[in-house]
């Protein structure tokens, strides 16, 4: 007699449990779908690239002087000589420098306002650059589980 009962537990043991409460998979696997459609859709999209100062440009035409000036040179003895040089510069010659930032720093702000409008990103040449978006997807923060376990509570409330 306690062999059969033994054999009843077991059958028991190894039928799935099913919960009322909890639909097929089917309705989890459709949530998940959803979920990844709506992550593909969501593109985020980086901010413009911020303005040079005129320090940079400055420093972007003087660095390859002063490397062909001291071969060997490690790279932050050239900062620090272009940091001693750009100090003695005279304003008269930091101008078209600073002409350029301004320039830089209006296309940043003109870019930046699209991009807060709008969510188009230029690049900068001020054409509008979609090489920089493609291919990135937002991820979710939480399981497609997770979202599906919620909607099934405040469906049962």
Do not use: C
Request: glycine share 4%; aromatic share 10%.
């Amino acid at each position: 007699m306690s062999s059969k009962r033994q054999q009843k537990m077991q059958e028991k043991e190894e039928e799935p449990q099913k919960d009322e409460n909890f639909e097929s998979d089917e309705s989890f696997e459709e949530e998940q779908e959803d979920a990844r459609k709506k992550d593909e859709k969501e593109v985020q999209m980086p901010p413009p690239k911020r303005n040079k100062s005129a320090y940079l440009f400055w420093t972007l035409e003087k660095r390859p002087e002063i490397m062909e000036k001291y071969p060997g040179i490690d790279g932050r003895e050239i900062l620090i000589k272009l940091g001693k040089l750009w100090k003695k510069t005279s304003e008269k010659d930091k101008e078209p420098y600073n002409k350029k930032y301004v320039e830089d720093r209006e296309r940043y702000e003109r870019q930046m306002l699209d991009y807060e409008k709008k969510g188009k990103y230029y690049d900068n040449e001020g054409h509008l650059d979609r090489s920089q978006f493609f291919g990135r997807r937002r991820r979710s923060r939480s399981s497609g589980y997770a979202a599906f376990a919620k909607r099934k509570s405040q469906a049962a409330h």
